[in-house]
């Protein structure tokens, strides 16, 4: 120990950090939530006590005073998508940043945009959720086929391509991609597929 | 060795010191490093009544959830975690604090039922405390008592009952 004062210096200096960390950590420990926080958790409140109506205007209300209150407005979505209201689902998905929704949600939105034959919506939804999902080959086939309305085919034989890979035994899969080579005119690719499936 | 003498009586002189500068700030620190230490001797319900008086003495430290609820595994004369709070009751507290601490370890250890008692108890002895009334209203909701949970909600943002 060459030169003590440093490592008192040091040692008294750690002490104080350990001690200011703690204090930080606790200072805000029974802090009361925000007005907006209380509210959203009543409105959930509301939401597991099945009182639907309320709970919907209690998100609203939300979302009118605090626009930026991303939370609130993906709890209300889900909350559409479970009663069934895919118009304002659908509505309320072009507010909200869809890379803050959960996996669930942005594939359950990725569906009703397809049911509602909104492909652009639905391509990008399945594109998202295939980023943090890439082997989930049943939402894979679905963004295949809807490449397929949006006429991008060279990315839904891409994606066939793939499906086909993980499951090259698929006989319904390869019969699809046998009919996506038609409608491509590629008639000797797609014999060469629909033979494998007899 | 001078060098030396003069560093333990330094070191000496500080965690002098600061155990006094802590008696007289905050006394519940020496509380709570006794019970530290009792615990690390497995003397449970010694440093499990140690705990209790440092948590009414208002002392909030990150471990001390931790290590209150490693002592309460080890106390096998505590059947049930509500006598803390029977405890703290005993000793006629007024320190919300202690009791926000309480109803916190209940909350996080998912004694929902000790959690609301102890919400309650704490709403008796503080109407206005609204941090208690939040915490009550989510752990009667995490029992599926949507309906007190509800009205509770309503007081917290003024709405009609």
């Known amino acids: 120990m060459k030169n003590p004062k440093i490592w008192i210096t040091l040692s008294l200096l750690f002490t104080l950090i350990q001690a200011e960390e703690n204090n930080f950590r606790c200072k805000n420990r029974f802090a009361l939530p925000s007005i907006w926080e209380i509210r959203l958790q009543y ?10 109506d309320e709970a919907e205007v209690q998100y609203k209300k939300l979302i009118a ?56 919506e ?10 943090r999902h890439p082997l989930d080959l049943n ?4 963004l295949a086929t809807i490449y ?32 996506f080579l038609i409608k ?13 499936t007899l | 060795m001078v060098r030396v003498c003069f560093l333990v009586f330094f070191y000496l002189f500080v965690a002098l010191f600061t155990t006094l500068s802590y008696r007289i700030i905050k006394p519940g620190w020496i509380t709570y490093t006794k019970a530290s230490s009792l615990l690390e001797n497995k003397m449970y319900d010694e ?21 209150l609820t490693k002592t309460l595994d080890h106390c096998f004369d505590f059947n049930h975690p509500t006598k803390l709070l029977e405890i703290l009751i005993s000793r006629h507290s007024r ?38 009334r939040f915490e009550l209203a989510q752990v009667l909701s995490r029992q599926g008592k949507y309906e007190e949970a509800i009205e509770e909600y309503k007081l917290l943002l003024d709405e009609k009952l």
């Not at chain 1, 000797?188 to 494998?196: T, Y």
């Not at chain 2, 140690?50 to 909030?60: L, M, P, S, T």
């Open chain 1, 43 to 52: 409105a959930r409140t509301l939401t597991f006590a099945l009182k639907i």
């Open chain 1, 65 to 120: 005073n605090k626009k930026d209150f991303i939370q609130a407005q993906i709890d209300l979505f889900n909350l559409y998508l479970e009663i069934k209201k895919d118009k304002e689902a659908l509505a309320l998905l072009k507010t909200i940043p869809i890379t803050k929704l959960d996996s669930l949600s942005v594939k359950l939105a990725a569906e009703l945009a397809s049911e509602k034959h909104q492909f652009a």
């Open chain 1, 122 to 131: 639905a391509g990008e939804f399945y594109e998202i959720y295939l980023r």
């Open chain 1, 139 to 142: 939402a894979r086939l679905n």
């Open chain 1, 148 to 179: 397929c309305f949006l006429g991008d085919p060279d990315k839904a034989e891409k994606e066939y391509l793939f499906l086909l890979k993980k499951r090259p035994n698929d006989i319904q899969l390869r019969r699809n991609y046998g009919f």
């Open chain 1, 184 to 196: 491509q005119r590629k008639y000797q690719q797609a014999v060469k597929e629909l033979k494998q």
């Open chain 2, 47 to 67: 440093a499990l009544a140690c705990y209790i008086e440092a948590i009414d003495q208002g002392i909030d430290s990150l471990y001390l959830s931790k290590y």
């Open chain 2, 95 to 132: 320190n919300s604090k202690s009791f926000k601490f309480l109803g916190n370890f209940f909350a996080e250890h998912h004694d929902y039922k000790s959690a609301a008692k102890t919400y309650n108890y704490l709403l008796t002895l503080f109407p206005e405390d609204r941090y208690a």
